[in-house]
């Protein structure tokens, strides 16, 4: 197939070849600057006293959300090994041996459903550091990355990062993955609707529910079908309901054009930062649902009106995110993992409202893709027992699955914490692609497969049988 730029090639054909794929120049560049990064990363954790340690990458299998690869082991039949997809309790033994800190580049395996990006192996920039709190992992991340991508890029990072709770993030983002590149910052207007709003309104808000908007510049200059499109949107997200008011000469416009009256309008427009010639864009209904809806129209809206300034760079964390979830099932679950430690607050609360628990975790957030996460570590054998209870983790269960970290802990362990970055996804960003498979030399398909060598294959049956493995018929 042609090797210029001009002519698009079929993904598929172009992962099939992907040796003459690698000679087209864009591919060549993303290789060296996925090089470049690595070493200016390493650079940068080298001067501020980072050891890198290997792990190891056969290991027992442990909980960590997602399903793991299986490798049997010939010499003991019927048990097997799994592929880490992180080398998460290993890096905290390493703190408890009094390795001040830690890191490694490391592959990591997940079987999961994949996507644009993720990949079943991926690579992790992963560290960990003895006798830190949350503001001296944030910092060194900090220095860190703006060292590196100015080192391998030119790109200059400004610093400090901001830093939002995830309740903060919720409340004026709608999600806890902020794009800060632009504004329109989502504000609570239930008060407003309660004193003068229409009927529907006042009577969702007296069912508990809440009223959300935002403001969207130049937005009154759109068609009537495309600001009806998002509100739209904001309805197909899950929100009970959602209406549109453009501010206009004369007047508002829009759904709620006719049932809202100037001094409401107005009062509405001062509290989302609206002014003349903007779209106010409303939601209704559950918080939760409503935060998550207008989180999605506001980054549809930022789009539609070319809001997404091209070329910049704008990092931030959220921190302070809940302990523990309900899973499908109904259990509770950690949000992170279960060695995440709760803020010394909110330690009481495990027995009585495990859910209103918030977490020492930090996540990483670039133009509003999840870069990595963290967390401080419970090094306390205690407190570690107390959140696997809350997870309904029994104590005979967490000996089987944990039993050699607790004995670690029980030996003393400093306070410490870290985080993992993802490499892949941090290439893609400064290289300007869609999607990991760009950045990396041989990716697998959204199925699983290496369209090149042809990975995954049938093995030969003596191959199985020397694993203690039988397929089941018919497959």
Same mark, same amino acid.
């Given at each position: 197939?042609?090797?210029?730029?001009?002519?698009?090639?079929?993904?598929?054909?172009?992962?099939?070849?992907?040796?003459?794929?690698?000679?087209?120049?864009?591919?060549?560049?993303?290789?060296?600057?996925?090089?470049?990064?690595?070493?200016?990363?390493?650079?940068?954790?080298?001067?501020?006293?980072?050891?890198?340690?290997?792990?190891?990458?056969?290991i027992r299998s442990t909980p960590e959300g997602a399903r793991d690869f299986l490798v049997p082991s010939r010499l003991q039949p019927g048990r097997f090994y799994v592929l880490p997809q992180s080398p998460q309790l290993f890096k905290q033994i390493l703190m408890v041996a009094g390795l001040d800190r830690y890191y490694q580049i490391v592959r990591c395996f997940r079987d999961e459903d994949l996507r644009a990006d993720r990949q079943p192996e991926f690579t992790q920039?992963?560290?960990?550091?003895?006798?830190?709190?949350?503001?001296?992992?944030?910092?060194?991340?900090?220095?860190?990355?703006?060292?590196?991508?100015?080192?391998?890029?030119?790109?200059?990072?400004?610093?400090?990062?901001?830093?939002?709770?995830?309740?903060?993030?919720?409340?004026?983002?709608?999600?806890?993955?902020?794009?800060?590149?632009?504004?329109?910052?989502?504000?609570?207007?239930?008060?407003?609707?309660?004193?003068?709003?229409?009927?529907?309104?006042?009577?969702?808000?007296?069912?508990?529910?809440?009223?959300?908007?935002?403001?969207?510049?130049?937005?009154?200059?759109?068609?009537?079908?495309?600001?009806?499109?998002?509100?739209?949107?904001?309805?197909?997200?899950?929100?009970?309901?959602?209406?549109?008011?453009?501010?206009?000469?004369?007047?508002?416009?829009?759904?709620?054009?006719?049932?809202?009256?100037?001094?409401?309008?107005?009062?509405?427009?001062?509290?989302?930062?609206?002014? /003349?010639?903007? =779209?106010?864009?409303?939601?209704? +209904?559950? @918080?939760?649902?409503?935060?998550? *809806? #207008? %989180?999605?129209? !506001? &980054?549809?809206?930022?789009?539609?009106?070319?809001?997404?300034?091209?070329?910049?760079?704008?990092?931030?964390?959220?921190?302070?995110?809940?302990?523990?979830?309900?899973?499908?099932?109904?259990?509770?679950?950690?949000?992170?993992?279960?060695?995440?430690?709760?803020?010394?607050?909110?330690?009481?609360?495990?027995?009585?409202?495990?859910?209103?628990?918030?977490?020492?975790?930090?996540?990483?957030?670039?133009?509003?893709?999840?870069?990595?996460?963290?967390?401080?570590?419970?090094?306390?054998?205690?407190?570690?027992?107390?959140?696997?209870?809350?997870?309904?983790?029994?104590?005979?269960?967490?000996?089987?699955?944990? /039993?050699?970290? =607790?004995?670690?802990?029980?030996? +003393?362990? @400093?306070?410490?914490?870290?985080? *993992? #970055? %993802?490499?892949? !996804? &941090?290439?893609?960003?400064?290289?300007?692609?869609?999607?990991?498979?760009?950045?990396?030399?041989?990716?697998?398909?959204?199925?699983?497969?290496?369209?090149?060598?042809?990975?995954?294959?049938?093995?030969?049956?003596?191959?199985?049988?020397?694993v203690h493995i039988a397929l089941l018929e018919g497959k």
């Amino acid at each position: 197939f042609p090797l210029n730029e001009e002519q698009p090639v079929d993904e598929s054909v172009r992962l099939r070849y992907r040796y003459l794929d690698l000679r087209r120049p864009r591919m060549t560049r993303n290789l060296i600057l996925r090089h470049r990064i690595a070493q200016a990363i390493r650079r940068a954790l080298d001067t501020r006293g980072f050891v890198e340690v290997e792990t190891p990458m056969l290991i027992r299998s442990t909980p960590e959300g997602a399903r793991d690869f299986l490798v049997p082991s010939r010499l003991q039949p019927g048990r097997f090994y799994v592929l880490p997809q992180s080398p998460q309790l290993f890096k905290q033994i390493l703190m408890v041996a009094g390795l001040d800190r830690y890191y490694q580049i490391v592959r990591c395996f997940r079987d999961e459903d994949l996507r644009a990006d993720r990949q079943p192996e991926f690579t992790q920039v992963d560290l960990e550091m003895s006798f830190a709190d949350e503001t001296a992992v944030l910092e060194v991340t900090e220095g860190v990355l703006a060292e590196a991508i100015e080192e391998a890029t030119g790109i200059s990072v400004q610093r400090p990062f901001p830093r939002l709770t995830y309740a903060e993030a919720m409340l004026r983002y709608g999600t806890d993955k902020p794009d800060l590149r632009f504004g329109m910052l989502i504000g609570d207007v239930s008060d407003l609707f309660a004193a003068a709003g229409p009927d529907p309104l006042r009577g969702a808000l007296a069912s508990g529910e809440v009223v959300r908007g935002l403001a969207v510049p130049g937005g009154a200059g759109m068609p009537r079908r495309q600001a009806e499109a998002l509100a739209e949107s904001a309805r197909g997200a899950g929100a009970a309901g959602a209406a549109t008011l453009a501010l206009v000469e004369g007047g508002g416009s829009g759904s709620l054009g006719g049932q809202v009256s100037a001094s409401l309008a107005a009062r509405l427009a001062e509290r989302l930062g609206a002014a /003349g010639g903007d =779209l106010m864009l409303f939601a209704w +209904g559950p @918080p939760q649902t409503v935060a998550s *809806a #207008l %989180g999605r129209v !506001r &980054l549809a809206a930022a789009q539609a009106v070319g809001l997404v300034p091209a070329g910049t760079y704008q990092f931030c964390w959220v921190t302070e995110f809940p302990l523990l979830e309900p899973s499908v099932e109904g259990r509770l679950v950690a949000v992170h993992h279960p060695f995440t430690a709760p803020l010394e607050a909110d330690r009481p609360l495990l027995a009585t409202e495990p859910l209103a628990v918030r977490a020492r975790a930090y996540d990483l957030i670039l133009n509003g893709v999840e870069l990595g996460g963290g967390s401080i570590r419970i090094a306390d054998h205690d407190l570690q027992r107390e959140v696997f209870g809350a997870i309904g983790l029994g104590e005979e269960e967490a000996q089987e699955r944990f /039993g050699f970290l =607790l004995e670690a802990l029980r030996y +003393g362990a @400093p306070p410490h914490g870290g985080i *993992a #970055l %993802g490499f892949d !996804r &941090l290439v893609m960003l400064l290289a300007g692609e869609e999607t990991i498979r760009e950045v990396i030399a041989f990716p697998k398909t959204t199925a699983g497969t290496d369209l090149m060598t042809g990975a995954p294959t049938r093995v030969d049956p003596e191959q199985l049988r020397e694993v203690h493995i039988a397929l089941l018929e018919g497959k």
